[in-house]
């Protein structure tokens, strides 16, 4: 079955899979992209497996950038933090997304085909995600797989819960043998590690207490970091300042409020934590290109 994508992240920015259960760790999401928002930074602990469908997928990490088209792949990796939205040319962007638990492949916690066949993905820290393309023939096995997915997906006939799992584990097996070379290449580094494990405790506190009045110090506080660490921190991993980081993310917040609320401008200003409406009105011009008001009304750019 095919699920239409209901995103929806916890107070430290883990997305909430509620089509993932516990007697069936898989599922498959039928999801729309938009150029400006997207789905922002976020982390789970499934695995996840997208299949671009329409438009441009650009989807980035801490350590890097990928520019999906359509029928490209790519997995990502489990905890690592990424976002997802359409690119500059393209508006919006349709992709599959399959998110499932490594048990669901392994059989149980501990088991040999955990130690032989998922550690090697789930242990190698710089594999935060791999790309397949449509136009490279090595790639094509996995793409096969995972087409096969999505038409299991959608024929929803009986034993299809059997087919799946077989279909997703011949994709694990091309995973292995594409990422092999990689891997044996790319041991992962303690500074990575800690890089990691502090950026996702800043961004859990920025999406918790956006908006309320906070500063880079408290963002630095709660990974137990100096201030300049926080900085430096959000400089190698994303790119960006944290102020930076915390006003777009408002802007993002604001934008979905606008989208799918009735709230006033003012209203929604003072709930993204903005210190007037003024400036928060100059700041998302400066992001979406057009008023508050213009993109509640469908005039984004």
């Not at 492949?105 to 501990?110: D, E, P, Q, V």
């Not at 996995?142 to 799992?165: D, P, Q, T, W, Y």
Request: with cysteine; glycine share 6%; proline share 4%.
């Amino acid at each position: 079955m095919i699920y239409t994508d209901e995103f929806r992240l916890n107070e430290n920015r883990q997305e909430i899979l509620t089509s993932l259960s516990d007697d069936f760790p898989y599922t498959c999401l039928d999801v729309t992209l938009d150029r400006l928002i997207g789905r922002s930074w976020h982390w789970h602990t499934a695995l996840e497996l997208d299949y671009v469908a329409s438009g441009n997928m650009c989807l980035q990490t801490p350590e890097h950038t990928f520019l999906l088209k359509p029928g490209d792949a790519i997995f990502i990796n489990t905890q690592v933090i990424h976002d997802a939205r359409s690119d500059e040319d393209s508006k919006t962007c349709r992709l599959y997304a399959q998110m499932f638990d490594s048990v669901f492949l392994s059989g149980m916690y501990g088991s040999r085909l955990e130690r032989k066949y998922l550690r090697p993905i789930l242990d190698c820290a710089p594999l935060d995600a791999w790309v397949f393309r449509a136009g490279n023939p090595p790639d094509f096995p996995a793409i096969s797989a995972i087409l096969k997915l999505i038409h299991l997906n959608h024929a929803g006939n009986f034993g299809e819960e059997f087919a799946i799992r077989s279909a997703l584990s011949e994709f694990w097996c091309t995973l292995l043998g594409s990422t092999s070379h990689f891997r044996s290449e790319n041991l992962p580094s303690g500074s990575q590690t800690a890089d990691s494990e502090r950026l996702r405790s800043m961004v859990s506190f920025v999406h918790a207490h956006y908006m309320e009045d906070i500063t880079v110090r408290d963002v630095a506080d709660s990974a137990g970091i100096s201030v300049r660490g926080c900085s430096r921190c959000f400089q190698r991993s994303l790119g960006t300042s944290p102020l930076a980081f915390l006003n777009k993310h408002r802007l993002r917040i604001a934008a979905q409020m606008l989208r799918n609320t009735n709230s006033s401008v003012l209203e929604i200003s003072e709930n993204c934590g903005f210190s007037s409406v003024s400036y928060f009105g100059k700041a998302f011009r400066e992001m979406f290109g057009c008023t508050p008001l213009q993109y509640r009304k469908g005039d984004s750019i």
